[in-house]
């Protein structure tokens, strides 16, 4: 039963239906402007460990598909004047094959030489865009906001309507993943993960497993992007920039790897750190590194890989399984 | 039937392997021993196309391996166990099986549905039967004591199905009431599953009990070769391994 497809989906059809509920007993436009841009990070957070978690691919450059979602789909709604629906596939199709393109170059190498070239080609993009400044604004981001025109009787320029695409969005995803990695692809993504040689006597095509692992987590961080950049009307080059990437790993380190809503949790720390530190502080860096460094050194892992070890310990003394 | 001819190996200066010549009857049980550094794993190597030759062929009835993918040749039929072994410690015993299964039936990819796969499961059960690992069905293999992670190990290499089935010292680490059992289990296995099995082993008392013939490396060459009564006897064996005597382990 615990890998059960219908408890998922069930799961998922009461959060999504209590996060619909949400605004509507507690109206508040920064509890919605929270949820959205939560499912915006989310998404992106739960992709990378897709990587990290699963593949045991360290990316230091996983922000660059956040970057290429949001950009497609603004440039896309802004220039062509498509309809919201055909924007979004286009754009999944564009994040799909630049991940294609950047992980058969990348997933052959070993770890740090991953983590590196990954963060390479991130930068890479990032400076194409600062530079490309007839198609991308440059350094000032899509300006004059993203046309929203309505579709099916849905209009996004609503806040209201676009905190409901946006949960949508996210409980979809998060499905989505979760189905992924409960799949026997995701198997043989964990098996690579533990031992990589030994995968390889078993007959399994390590480099292809990678390469769609890494599309995949790209696409999901791509439409993390899209929805972020629906929620700001623009993009931004900041989206592309390694500390987009670095924020991914806080969220998931926050979270914890080895469970599979860790980084969403990761994602609602971080959110919430940021929002009460900025309150207090200006050095708001500062604390945030702080804080990360109690995790690292007192917990030495993320919270709910913590609280998952210490139930398995309490409830039996020799613990059978962990995480996924 | 598994043969080497002419097989040679050296890493830098260091010759491994010099130009062995030997033949495994298909459904026999050879042992392969030989002091410490004798090249009784790069042989292994060699033969499942972990590592290259500088000369010399494998030939399993008939064919070169060499040049072969170690996937390749695993779908040829040789499966291997290692030395120290190799396995998925974050999966548990019932879900490593599984996970095997499906790689080797082509199912590693698939998006579309849950694991595991119904259809795989019945022989990673059959496998687990065989070994007796049943019981730590859903146990972590990093919690699996010594003697079950060799036989997870070995256990893998059976889900491929092999012709040819070669093991590191499955006895390695072991204290001498586990080692009989897992020799036991080894032979077992060869004498169902009619393979031919190839096992390193230094524990003497163990291959000449068991092992029908037996090899002996020394300084990766063939010092000698023959039956237990035939090796026992051998003067070069003696001299070898009074040389350097069995690590105890
Ligand atoms: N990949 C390698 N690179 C360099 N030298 C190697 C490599 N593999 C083996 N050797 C060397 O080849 C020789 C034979 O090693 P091998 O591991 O085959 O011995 P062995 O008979 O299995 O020994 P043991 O009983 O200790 O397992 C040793 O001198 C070893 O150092
Ligand atoms: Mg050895």
């Known amino acids: 039963m615990r890998r059960s497809a219908v408890r998922d989906l069930l799961i998922g059809a009461v959060v999504l239906a209590a996060l619909v509920l949400l605004p509507v007993l507690w109206p508040s436009k920064a509890l919605i402007d929270f949820v959205i841009r939560g499912a915006a990070l989310a998404l992106f957070a739960t992709s990378l460990n897709l990587l990290v978690g699963y593949g045991g691919l360290v990316s230091f450059g996983h922000g660059m598909f956040f970057g290429v979602g949001a950009y497609s789909f603004g440039l896309l709604m802004q220039r062509t004047g498509m309809p919201i629906p055909v924007a979004f596939v286009v754009t999944i199709v564009v994040t799909a094959a630049v991940a294609l393109l950047v992980g058969a170059i990348c997933v052959r190498l070993k770890e740090i030489y991953f983590a590196f070239l990954t963060l390479a080609f991130q930068m890479f993009l990032h400076s194409l865009i600062i530079l490309w400044v007839p198609l991308t604004g440059g350094d000032q981001g899509l300006l004059g906001g993203i046309p929203r025109p309505p579709f099916f009787g849905i209009d996004l320029g609503d806040q209201r309507q676009l905190y409901i695409a946006a949960c949508v969005l996210l409980v979809a995803g998060l499905l989505l993943m979760r189905h992924i990695v409960e799949s026997p692809f995701g198997f043989t993504l964990r098996m690579i993960r533990d031992n990589a040689a030994r995968t390889g006597f078993l007959g399994v095509e390590i480099f292809r497993i990678k390469l769609v692992a890494f599309v995949l987590a790209g696409v999901f961080a791509g439409i993390g992007g899209v929805i972020m950049s629906l929620f700001v009307s623009g993009a931004y080059p900041e989206f592309a920039y390694w500390t987009m990437s670095g924020e991914g790993i806080f969220m998931i380190m926050l979270g914890g790897i080895t469970t599979f809503l860790g980084p969403t949790i990761g994602t609602v720390i971080l959110l919430l750190l940021n929002d009460f530190v900025t309150r207090f502080t200006e050095h708001h860096g500062l604390m945030l590194g702080a804080i990360i460094l109690l995790f690292a050194l007192g917990l030495r892992r993320g919270i709910t890989d913590f609280l998952v070890d210490h139930w398995r310990r309490t409830r039996t003394p020799a613990a059978t399984r962990r995480g996924h | ?249």
């Not at chain 2, 010549?21 to 050879?30: A, W």
């Not at chain 2, 169902?192 to 029908?212: L, N, S």
Request: hydrophobic share 45%; glycine share 10%.
């Open chain 2, 1 to 249: 039937m598994l043969s080497v001819e002419y097989l040679s190996k050296s890493f830098g200066g260091v010759a491994a392997i010099r130009d062995v010549t030997l033949e495994f009857p298909t459904g026999s049980l050879t042992a392969v021993i030989g002091p410490n550094g004798a090249g009784k794993t790069t042989f292994f190597n060699l033969i499942s196309g972990a590592i290259v030759p500088d000369d010399g062929r494998v030939l399993l009835d008939g064919t070169d391996l060499v040049g072969m993918s170690h996937t390749e040749i695993v779908h040829r039929g040789v499966a291997r166990a290692f030395q120290v072994a190799s396995i998925f410690p974050t999966l548990t015993v019932a879900e490593t099986l599984d996970a095997a299964v499906q790689a080797h039936r082509g199912h590693a990819g698939v998006l579309g549905r849950r694991f595991p796969l119904a259809e795989c499961q019945e022989r990673s059960r059959e496998v687990m039967d065989m070994l007796g690992l049943a019981d730590e069905a859903d146990t972590l293999s990093a919690n699996l004591s010594h003697g079950d992670q060799k036989l997870l190990d070995i256990a893998l290499a059976l889900i491929l199905q092999p012709r040819v089935l070669l093991l590191d010292e499955p006895t390695a680490g072991m204290g001498p009431e586990e080692r009989w059992q897992m020799i036991d289990k080894v032979y077992r296995l060869w004498e169902r599953e009619k393979m031919t099995v190839i096992f390193i082993e230094h524990d003497m008392d163990i291959v000449f009990k068991i092992a029908g013939s037996i090899r002996v490396l020394c300084y990766g060459r063939v010092l000698a070769e023959g039956t237990a009564e035939q090796i026992r006897g051998n003067p070069d064996v003696i001299a070898a391994y009074l040389g350097t005597e069995t690590r105890g382990h």
